[in-house]
């Protein structure tokens, strides 16, 4: 298949630099997302791949060859867009076969590779129907067989599953990626739904102000966030800002916290951040859990969702959050007073 | 109180309908009476339409006239479809100015656009003619097109035409297979609009109509100098139905372009 690579792209929009020199490279049938709230410049980079942004400066190579320059037509590529974009004047199977009959693939030949598509993405004999007699879910999938039938050498997604309500996308997201894995295609998608580009992606990058703030597996960033921005938008985090008092140690309003990463210089500034989940809660009179970052507080707010709840706790004047796993331990009261614990493992030392 | 409001309102109504449609329905009646003078009662007659087949300058008048206007049709439906997409489809300096500048013919009095019109085709040495009437009657149903279409146009979005190019369809082929296809209902009304607008045009015809060879409206506005002949209305008639049932088909069209 195919191997992508986003060499110092750059676009301007006015004042507004929508590209910020951004490099990536996609490798042979990866599923990449690309992850960002909305002008950060993901769907820039998406359309620019595609060919419908021309980027100001940079290369965008596919396998080895420069496209930048090449017309869209010409790009071998396949895009399922944000509303499907089916076209509304065709049956499924005459969208689905349009890329074949533009390149004067016709008849019975035409006829086979349709209906083997329409068996991958499971709507065998849908031939007739008309896009309006179709379901989101439906529609989706006649798109993405329209996008793979004149097999391109890469995908591409522009927020896939946006359209679809919750139930039905996480059905998608695992369909989505067994056909991505059938095919074998290199994939690149555009989402603002963290929880979507972690399922589908083997690796995803954090867009910020048309710049990537970090790039790699979902357990990695989510993990490992390099910069607070990234800690925030994927995922949740509680930040602590201090200066390093010693080797594993920061100086915070709070107390010393303890952590695993490496640190400035002593003397420097630093910013730990740390997951909701990985802060256990606890009752003043229960033991200690013998975790070394330990701090106490005050409940405010307990946000029941089922599987979990949400805290709010007091700790002077900073709130933190902290979800719990629902075990059918009771659970804590507002007003109450509370110890938190983690690991210095669960420590993160993050960039401003 | 409300059921007088009522009463008041459906007068109201019943005043406009009677303003609009008196005329035509007396001009309709009178065009089937025997007399030619209008007397009542009216005597049920078809005279007027037996006549009118052999006044061979109202045939040819009419004849030029639907002549006219389906080349006009033609013409102007094909150049504002490709001007409408343009100015949907693309980004080009001085886009807007243009798109404004489609909006004052529409309200300039059609007496001075034609006689700028004939005054402009005089100088430049082409004059009257068939094709001085095209050129006036494309010119005035151009903004009608483009406004059609382009509305039209506006309501699908280039996500289409982008789907067909990322799926190999070069810029003709996406035009003719998904664009044109989905701007039909546009186009039909479009063509209808532009029919209407030159088989019911008057003011520039009669500047720009070659000496001998009129169209309609302005035949009939001559036999009217020349004294009134009940076959005037037979032929207004015929006109009020064609122009009424396009106008039908026109809405018919553009309500389902708006659905789709």
Not at chain 1, 30 to 40: D, I, M, N, R, T
Not at chain 1, 136 to 145: D, H, S, W, Y
Not at chain 2, 133 to 158: E, M, N, Q, T
Not at chain 2, 221 to 235: D, H
């Amino acid at each position: 298949m195919s191997v992508v690579e986003i060499d110092r792209v750059e676009k301007r929009y006015d004042s507004v630099r929508a590209l910020a020199g951004v490099s990536l490279t996609f490798a042979d049938g990866e599923f990449f997302g690309l992850l960002g709230p909305s002008g950060s410049g993901k769907t820039t980079l998406l359309r620019a791949i595609a060919g419908f942004v021309e980027p100001d400066s940079g290369e965008i190579r596919l396998d080895g060859r420069d496209i930048g320059h090449t017309p869209v037509h010409r790009r071998e590529i396949g895009m399922v867009f944000q509303n499907y974009a089916l076209f509304p004047h065709m049956s499924v199977h005459e969208n689905i076969a349009f890329g074949l009959s533009v390149r004067g693939e016709r008849g019975a030949a035409a006829d086979k590779r349709v209906s083997e598509m329409l068996a991958l993405v499971r709507l065998a004999g849908f031939e007739r129907r008309q896009p309006r007699q179709l379901s989101g879910g439906q529609q989706q999938r006649v798109a993405l067989a329209r996008a793979l039938v004149t097999r391109p050498k890469l995908l591409l997604l522009d927020e896939p599953l946006g359209a679809l309500d919750k139930r039905l996308r996480q059905q998608m997201q695992i369909e989505l990626k067994q056909i991505q894995r059938e095919v074998g295609i290199t994939t690149v998608f555009v989402t603002h739904d963290q929880e979507e580009a972690l399922t589908l992606s083997d690796r995803v990058a954090i867009f910020n102000e048309g710049n990537v703030v970090q790039a790699g597996k979902p357990l990695e960033v989510y993990e490992r966030p390099a910069t607070a921005f990234a800690a925030n938008f994927l995922g949740d985090a509680n930040f602590f800002e201090g200066r390093v008092e010693a080797p594993g140690r920061v100086a915070t309003e709070l107390g010393a916290l303890l952590t695993n990463d490496a640190l400035p210089a002593i003397g420097e500034p630093a910013t730990i951040a740390v997951r909701p989940e990985k802060i256990s809660l606890l009752p003043l009179s229960a033991p200690s859990r013998g975790e070394s970052n330990k701090l106490q507080g005050r409940l405010t707010q307990a946000v029941y969702s089922g599987m979990s709840t949400t805290y709010k706790i007091k700790l002077g004047d900073r709130e933190l959050t902290v979800f719990e796993q629902n075990r059918g331990e009771p659970a804590f009261a507002a007003g109450e007073a509370v110890r938190l614990e983690w690991s210095p493992a669960h420590s993160v030392v993050v960039k401003p | 109180m409300s059921r007088l409001w009522s009463t008041l309102l459906k007068c109201h109504l019943a005043l406009i309908l009677g303003f609009l449609y008196v005329p035509i329905a007396v001009m309709i009646v009178m065009a089937f009476n025997r007399s030619p003078l209008y007397e009542l009662p009216v005597v049920w007659d078809t005279v007027w339409f037996q006549h009118l087949v052999s006044n061979d300058r109202l045939i040819d008048a009419s004849v030029n006239s639907v002549v006219l206007a389906l080349v006009n049709m033609i013409v102007a439906t094909m150049l504002g479809t490709m001007a409408a997409f343009a100015f949907a489809r693309y980004e080009f300096r001085g886009r807007s100015l243009l798109q404004l500048l489609l909006f004052p013919p529409i309200t300039i009095p059609w007496l001075i656009i034609g006689t700028s019109m004939l005054v402009l085709f005089f100088w430049i040495g082409i004059g009257r003619g068939f094709h001085a009437l095209l050129l006036g009657h494309v010119a005035l149903s151009l903004p009608y097109v483009i406004i059609v279409v382009g509305a039209r146009l506006k309501g699908f979005g280039p996500a289409y035409e982008e789907a067909a190019a990322t799926l190999g369809a070069t810029p003709w082929q996406s035009f003719w297979r998904v664009t044109v296809p989905l701007m039909a209902p546009g186009m039909v009304a479009a063509a209808l609009f532009a029919f209407a607008v030159s088989f019911d045009q008057f003011v520039i015809s009669y500047f720009l109509a070659p000496p001998g060879r009129t169209t309609l409206p302005v035949e009939i506005y001559s036999a009217i100098r020349k004294g009134f002949t009940p076959e005037v209305n037979a032929i207004s008639t015929i006109i009020i139905l064609v122009s009424m049932g396009l106008m039908l088909l026109f809405a018919r069209f553009y309500k389902f372009g708006g659905e789709r």
